[in-house]
């Protein structure tokens, strides 16, 4: 079964903090997301990989950054986290384009 | 900017009754997807749809897509309380982005 771990299900950080969400996938995807969910909004795409050291901006990328030094690995970085921040955010990977996306768990965060 | 609309946004119904969630956007996407999500887990998925005018049946759910490839519908017969969740459908586009409908809250009250 493909597996999608975050690292931490639930984080509470102060304004103004430097924040790293892991993500990592154990069946070698090509692609991987990260996406917020916030409630009657849906997912919104905040940025993807097809590809080592490669990244594209989604819907909602300010505020974001990413970095995926290894394939398995996709990391979500918030640079100056800020209240309007917080959030489920949710982790996929998926084999292609059109195939199923693997969702991890979610990281609820809480920015106080 | 594609959209796809899920309706309805909350429905909460007793345990045996019949349900539709819809799904509709104005753009037409290769293949349409329906996950469900419980509370504090990621989104897993239930079925893809491909061709237009496909259903496809999973025990008491139905899956259809519409013959322009705009629009789905899932039906449950006789809800259980175990059917409680968020249920969400992506479309897949030109490009190969999913793209998200906001979902459908649903409770099934024993």
């Known amino acids: 079964d493909v597996k999608v771990t975050q690292s931490s299900r639930y984080l509470v950080k102060r304004t103004g903090e430097k924040v790293f969400l892991e993500c990592v996938q154990d069946?070698?995807?090509?692609?991987m997301f990260w996406y917020r969910q916030d409630p009657g909004l849906g997912l919104r795409l905040i940025y993807f990989?097809?590809?080592?050291?490669?990244?594209e901006k989604g819907d909602i990328p300010e505020g974001y950054s990413v970095s995926r030094e290894k394939k398995e690995r996709f990391s979500l970085i918030l640079e100056s986290a800020s209240t309007n921040q917080t959030s489920m955010y949710l982790c996929?990977?998926?084999?292609?384009?059109?195939?199923?996306?693997?969702f991890g768990q979610g990281t609820r965060l809480t920015v106080v | 900017t594609q959209l796809l609309e899920q309706s309805p946004q909350f429905l909460s119904i007793q345990e045996g009754e019949n349900l539709t969630v819809y799904c509709n956007s104005s753009?037409?996407?290769?293949?349409l997807q329906w996950y469900r999500q419980e509370p504090g887990e990621g989104p897993v998925l239930l079925v893809t749809?491909?061709?237009g005018g496909e259903v496809k049946k999973l025990k008491r759910l139905t899956f259809q897509f519409g013959d322009a490839r705009k629009d789905s519908s899932l039906h449950i017969t006789a809800a259980q309380p175990g059917d409680t969740g968020l249920y969400l459908c992506?479309?897949?586009?030109?490009?190969?982005?999913?793209?998200w409908g906001a979902g459908t809250k649903l409770i099934i009250k024993p």
């Open positions: 753009s037409v996407f290769s293949s």
């Open positions: 069946m070698d995807h090509e692609n």
């Open positions: 996929a990977s998926s084999l292609g384009g059109r195939t199923e996306a693997f």
């Open positions: 992506a479309g897949v586009d030109s490009n190969y982005q999913l793209i």
């Open positions: 990989s097809y590809d080592v050291k490669m990244k």
């Open positions: 749809v491909v061709t």
